[in-house]
């Protein structure tokens, strides 16, 4: 496959391909782009073919998973298309109807599932601005398209935002379901701030180890939860005081403001008798019927933000967050990754690029 070094120097062979980076005349300016871009129907790149993990039946989760050609995606208004070099998965989504599901709900299967990326912008849809080819980006890509684990990926630019160059793909790749999802949870629902007490479940996993450590930057005291083997590295990521759920009672934590719950069903439930007069239960777990007294639950899916993600992976090259990476595997390998018969500890991340 072309390189997109090679394209973005003008070096590409075939002709086709340098129209579809927008490379003819490229010129930042929208209006200049306006007169120049063809229209999606004439980005024909030829049948190009890509690898992407692909499932289609949803009984079967991620063993029914499988490795096959596609069709390489086409970027629509406003979309940017990225050679994928790392790439995330969270196994909630093969229960999601996003997966399955068009927004019109027809069935949209064949689906690649993944929507944590870090690669290279290599073309540009229609009308898009603010980002140009072979620029280093991270984001989320949209639920009810087809996502990451793939060589390439089509979604709309606003998704995502510039990976720095010394920030490694993986990290960038690592950081941003985590990363969003405790910064949504923590400051937009659970509107936390300095001084106040947040419980954080699960403390020592990709998502808890990331609200461990933004919860702790804002100045708020962390109780980290988990089992017993989990303790030393909750407290390495920040929290203060650790609670082994296997072992421990978790009412003698006394009152906090705020819990981050990311294990949900019993834990969810009595955790909510936890929580001071007017806090909140935030949840990533799905709907629950557990309240806080004279507070509120909050159940939410994370949503992409450029501002955040910018917030985020500035904080990673000052050396303040840490990404909670575990298996790093080759596309090809990807299914036997998310497959493991052992329970896997951090982040696995899928590099269909180097
Ligand atoms: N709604 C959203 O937007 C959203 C976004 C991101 C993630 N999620 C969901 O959030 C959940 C957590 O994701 P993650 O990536 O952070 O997973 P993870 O890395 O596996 O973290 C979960 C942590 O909780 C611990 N844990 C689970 N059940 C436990 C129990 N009964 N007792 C004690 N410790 C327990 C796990 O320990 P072990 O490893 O020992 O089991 C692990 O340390 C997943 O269900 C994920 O799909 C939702």
């Known amino acids: 496959m072309l390189k997109v070094a090679d394209i973005y120097t003008g070096k590409s062979p075939v002709p086709h391909l340098a129209a579809k980076v927008g490379l003819v005349g490229f010129n930042p300016s929208s209006q200049a782009r306006m007169e120049r871009l063809p229209y999606r129907g004439e980005l ?29 995606p086409q970027a629509a208004i406003n979309d940017v298309v990225v050679q994928i070099h790392a790439a995330g998965f969270t196994g909630d989504e093969l229960t999601w109807p996003s997966t399955w599901v068009d927004r019109a709900g027809r069935d949209r299967t064949p689906s690649i599932p993944g929507h944590e990326l870090a690669g290279v912008v290599t073309a540009l849809g229609y009308g898009t601005t603010g980002v140009s080819i072979g620029q280093r980006v991270f984001g989320l890509t949209d639920w009810y398209r087809d996502g990451t684990l793939a060589e390439y990926v089509a979604f709309e630019a606003r998704n995502l935002a ?3 160059s010394d920030v490694e793909f993986t990290v960038g790749a690592a950081l941003v379901m ?8 923590l400051f937009e629902h659970g509107r936390l701030h300095a001084g106040q007490s947040v419980l954080v479940h699960g403390a020592a996993g ?21 089992r017993a083997d989990a303790r030393q590295t909750a407290l390495d990521f920040g929290a203060q005081q650790f609670i082994d759920l296997d072992n421990d009672a978790l009412e003698d934590v006394g009152e906090v403001d705020l819990v981050f719950d990311v294990i949900g069903g019993d834990i969810g439930r009595r955790s909510a008798g936890l929580i001071r007069a007017g806090g909140t239960l935030v949840t990533v777990t799905g709907p629950t019927e557990a309240r806080p007294f004279g507070g509120l639950t909050i159940d939410f899916v994370v949503i992409p933000d450029r501002a955040q993600l910018t917030e985020l992976v500035q904080r990673v090259r000052a050396g303040r967050l840490r990404t909670n990476i575990g298996n790093v595997a080759a596309l090809e390998d990807a299914v036997a990754a998310f497959n ?5 500890k951090g982040k696995t991340i899928i590099r269909p690029h180097l």
């Not at 969003?180 to 949870?185: F, K, N, V």
């Open 44 to 72: 024909d790149t030829g049948g190009d073919r890509m690898k992407a993990i692909v499932v289609t039946d949803q009984a079967a989760g991620t063993a029914g998973a499988t490795l096959l050609d596609r069709p390489e």
């Open 206 to 226: 990709v998502v808890g180890s990331m609200a461990s450590q933004l919860a702790r930057q804002a100045g708020a005291y962390v109780i980290g939860t988990g």
């Open 340 to 344: 493991r018969t052992e329970r896997s």
């Open 178 to 185: 985590p990363g969003l999802t405790a910064w949504q949870g």
């Open 162 to 164: 510039p990976l720095p």
